[in-house]
């Protein structure tokens, strides 16, 4: 499991290439939700989401490599590619067709070769772990590793050095590396702070996984919160029983109920995408409350803008 040392020898490794990220109250949420609500704007981070974090750690701990790769619905192939660039590397980011052309875009903006294959998260992992058995890549998943845990855990410093009497962290929940990182450091600080996870109701593979009590697969389906999508592998060793030892209560969102956060946030001027809503969205559902002060974390920045505007637009 990864330790409270793990993450503060990632923020002493990381603290410089990664961007210390705003926290600012919502008085609107803090309204609904009976108490003081707080968003940490993780989606102004460096490349739009806080995956610089874990993919800058691993990228660090590195010896000589032939390159880079991984598979990824976007965030994390977008930072392990600004991240190899910096090492002076190859990176080759092996994507699903479900993910959106403006990720692959970015991808690719960063010298990086965005190689897609297959329906799902799934099937492009078994191109990553191709090229680390026959080219000699280095493979850095996109959550079950010890360094891109301890790296998002850096998050979970950040918010407890800025809000140091949270009760409660609200975490957008996928394969689980935010959630294990961020509860890792924050109940090895706070022992009684909240960590409350938050995926959608379509293909939610940890919350089925965690209801099993193993990892299993679901389907994946399209979902506003596409960077929610993908399942958490079957071999996986590390986020499973973290997420299962550290988050305290679960929660699954509707679509429209993301949409209704995503177009909230941006009312409150600022822009995310649809994992990054999923507290908004909880809160104004009224599934969450508190308790308080609650923080949200706003976990990425990169949607479509077409897409954006449309989902805006739907309301008017
Ligand atoms: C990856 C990602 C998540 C989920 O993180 P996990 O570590 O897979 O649980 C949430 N939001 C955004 C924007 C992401 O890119």
Redesign the pocket.
């Known amino acids: 499991m990864v330790t409270l040392d793990d993450i503060r020898a990632a923020r002493a490794r990381i603290g410089d290439r990664v961007r210390q990220t705003p926290m600012v109250a919502s008085a609107a949420l803090s309204e609904k939700a009976g108490g003081p609500v707080w968003l940490k704007c993780e ?1 102004h981070q460096t490349t739009g ?3 610089l974090r874990g993919a800058t750690n691993a990228v660090a701990r590195l010896g000589t490599v032939a390159g880079v790769t991984t598979a990824s ?4 192939g977008r930072a392990l590619a600004h991240a190899a660039r910096a090492l002076g590397v190859p990176a080759i980011i092996c994507v699903s067709r479900l993910v959106p052309q403006n990720k692959l875009d970015a991808i690719t903006a960063l010298g990086a070769e965005a190689r897609v294959i297959g329906a799902s998260q799934d099937e492009a992992f078994l191109e990553a772990l191709r090229l680390e058995r026959d080219e000699g890549f280095a493979l850095i998943p ?2 079950d590793h010890p360094d891109v845990i301890a790296g ?1 855990g850096t998050l979970g410093l950040e918010i407890l050095e800025q809000l140091p009497d949270a009760a409660a962290i609200a ?10 990182g961020v509860g890792a450091a924050a109940k090895a600080l706070r022992p009684d702070i909240r960590i409350i996870g938050i995926s959608m109701e379509r293909g939610a593979a ?1 919350a089925a996984s965690l209801a099993a009590g193993r990892p299993i697969e679901v389907e994946e389906l399209p979902t506003l919160a596409d ?2 999508g ?1 399942g958490v592998g079957m071999a996986n060793r590390l ?1 499973f029983p973290m997420v299962r030892d550290l988050m305290d209560e679960l929660i699954l969102l509707t679509e429209d109920e993301i949409a209704a956060g995503l177009r909230h946030l941006a009312a409150e001027g600022q822009v995310v ?1 649809g ?2 809503a999923v507290g908004a969205g909880a809160v104004l559902a009224g599934k969450l409350r508190g308790p308080h002060p609650l923080v949200l974390i706003l ?2 920045a ?1 949607i479509d803008p077409a897409r954006h505007a449309a989902l805006l637009e739907a309301v008017i």
């Open positions: 989606h989401a806080f995956k619905t976007g965030n994390h996109p959550f998002q975490v957008p929940l996928s394969g689980g590396g935010l959630l294990a940890m960077s929610l993908g986020t995408e994992a990054a976990s990425g990169n």
